[in-house]
C-alpha cells in the first residue's frame, strides 16, 4: 500500500513561526496564548528607516505649519499681488503682441494702472477735503453763534443742554483727552502699515508682471512635456476664469454708480458724483456689496429730502432686481459661471481667512478652482475639452464636454 501523504502544515498565527504552527506540536493551552508582540510581526518588525520616515514627516509638516503662520502677512501680500498681475497680464500680453518689449508693456500698464487709483483716492480725498477747508473757515463764526444759542450747532446746544454737559463733565473731558495719544498712536501706525503694504503690493505686482513667462517657462521646464502641456492649458483657462471674473463685475459696479449718480442728480441732491463713485467701489464686494453701498447712499439722499430718499430707494431696488437677474447671468455667463451655494461658501471662507480682501478675492479664487477640478475631473474619466473654455461652454462636472 503506498504511503499517505503527510497532512499540510498549518498557516502560522501573527506573532508565531512556522514550527510553531504545526499543529501536532501545538498544545491547546499555547493556543490560547496572547501573541508576542515582539515576535516577528510586531512593532520590532518595522524597520528604523520607516519609523524615521514618519517622523520626519510629521516634524516637517508642523515646521512648514508654523512657517506658514509666521508668514501669513507676507503670503497675503504676494496673493494680492498675483491676484493683481494675473488681471493686468491680459492688456500686457496684448501689448506685447503689437510689437512692445515686455518690459516697455509692462510699465505701460502698471503706470496706467497706478494713475487710475490715484484718481480715484483723489476723487474720494477732494470733496472730503473742499469740505473739511470750509469748516475750518466757518469755526470761528460757527463758535461765536454757539456761544448766543444761534445758527443750527446753536439751537441743538440749547436744546439738549450740551453746554451744562460740558461744564459739568469738563475735568472727564480734559483727562479723556489727554489719553488720547495712544488710540490716535495706534491709528497712525494702522495707516502706515497699510501704506507700506499698499506699496509692497504694487511692488510685487510689477515684478510679477515683468518675470511670469520666465517663472512660468523654467517651470514648465521641470515638467515631461504632456504634463507642462496640460498645466499650461489649466493654467490658461484658470487665468481667463479669474480675468473675466473681474471685469463682468467692474462692468456692473460701472453700470450701478452711473444709474445711481444719475438718479442722484436729477433729485437734486448734493455729492452725486460721490455717491455714484462709492456705489460702483462697494458693488464689488460679492453678495453683499449692494446692501452696503445702497444704505448711506439712501439715508444721505433721505436727508436731503424726504422724496429724493424715497425715489433713489426705489430706484436701487429695482437696479438691483435688474442687476441679478439680467446683467449678471449675461455677462457672468460669457466669463465664469459658479453655483450659488460655491458662491456663497467661498465668500464666507474668503472673509473668515482674509477679512474684506479674502471676500473679493473669493469667488475669483472659487473660479480657478473650479477650472483645476474640472480637468482633474476629466482626467479621471481619461477625456478632455479639446479647448479649454469659460463661460457657456463650461459643463459641470459629469456631463459631456462640447465638441465630444
Known amino acids: 500500500m503506498a504511503d499517505q501523504a503527510p497532512a499540510a502544515r498549518p498557516a502560522p498565527r501573527r506573532g508565531q513561526s512556522v514550527p510553531e504552527a504545526d499543529a501536532a506540536r501545538i498544545t491547546p493551552l499555547e493556543r490560547e496564548q496572547p ?15 520607516t519609523i524615521l520616515a514618519v517622523d520626519g514627516i510629521v516634524v516637517g509638516t508642523v515646521l512648514a505649519l508654523l512657517t506658514i503662520w ?17 488681471v493686468l497680464d491680459p492688456a500686457v500680453a496684448l501689448l506685447n503682441r503689437h510689437g512692445l518689449r515686455r518690459g516697455m508693456a509692462t510699465s505701460l500698464v502698471f503706470l496706467i494702472g497706478v494713475a487710475a487709483f490715484a484718481g480715484l483716492v483723489y476723487l474720494f480725498a477732494k470733496p472730503v477735503y473742499d469740505a473739511g477747508s470750509r469748516f475750518a473757515n466757518d469755526l470761528p463764526k460757527v463758535v461765536d453763534q454757539a456761544r448766543h444759542g444761534q445758527g443750527r450747532i446753536g439751537h441743538l446746544i440749547k436744546r439738549y443742554h450740551v453746554d451744562k454737559y460740558v461744564r459739568d463733565n469738563a475735568p472727564k473731558i480734559q483727562d479723556a483727552l489727554r489719553h488720547a495719544g495712544g488710540p490716535l498712536l495706534r491709528v497712525a501706525r494702522s495707516v502706515i502699515a497699510g501704506v507700506v503694504g499698499m506699496v509692497t503690493v504694487l511692488v510685487l505686482t510689477f515684478l510679477l508682471l515683468l518675470e511670469a513667462p520666465n517663472l512660468a517657462s523654467s517651470f514648465l521646464k521641470l515638467l515631461p512635456e504632456p504634463r507642462a502641456e496640460r498645466v499650461r492649458r489649466v493654467a490658461g483657462d484658470a487665468s481667463r476664469s479669474v480675468t473675466g471674473y473681474v471685469v463682468g463685475n467692474a462692468m456692473t459696479s460701472v453700470i450701478a454708480g452711473v444709474v445711481i449718480y444719475t438718479t442722484l442728480r436729477i433729485m437734486g441732491v448734493p455729492f452725486a458724483f460721490l455717491f455714484g463713485l462709492w456705489v460702483a467701489l462697494v458693488d464689488l464686494l460679492p453678495l453683499v456689496g449692494g446692501l452696503l453701498a445702497g444704505v448711506p447712499t439712501v439715508a444721505f439722499a433721505l436727508l436731503h429730502s424726504p422724496s429724493a430718499g424715497i425715489v433713489t430707494g426705489i430706484v436701487f431696488l429695482v437696479y438691483q432686481q435688474i442687476e441679478n437677474h439680467i446683467l449678471n447671468p449675461v455677462i457672468m455667463s460669457r466669463t465664469v459661471r459658479l453655483n450659488p451655494l460655491w458662491v456663497m461658501l467661498s465668500v464666507l471662507v474668503g472673509a473668515r481667512v ?5 471676500a473679493l478675492l473669493a469667488i475669483p479664487v472659487a473660479g480657478a478652482l473650479q477650472v483645476v477640478a474640472r480637468d482633474v475631473w476629466d482626467e479621471g474619466r481619461g477625456r478632455f475639452k479639446p479647448e479649454p473654455t469659460v463661460g457657456p461652454g463650461e459643463k459641470t462636472p459629469g456631463s459631456p464636454a462640447p465638441g465630444r
Do not use: M, T
Not at 37 to 46: I, N, Y
Not at 70 to 86: N, P, T, Y
Open 70 to 86: 509666521e508668514l501669513r502677512r507676507i503670503i497675503v501680500l504676494v496673493v494680492i499681488a498675483g491676484f493683481f498681475a494675473i
Open 35 to 49: 501573541v508576542d508582540p515582539a515576535g516577528a510581526g510586531g512593532w520590532r518588525a518595522v524597520p528604523f528607516r
Open 354 to 358: 482674509g477679512g474684506l480682501v479674502g
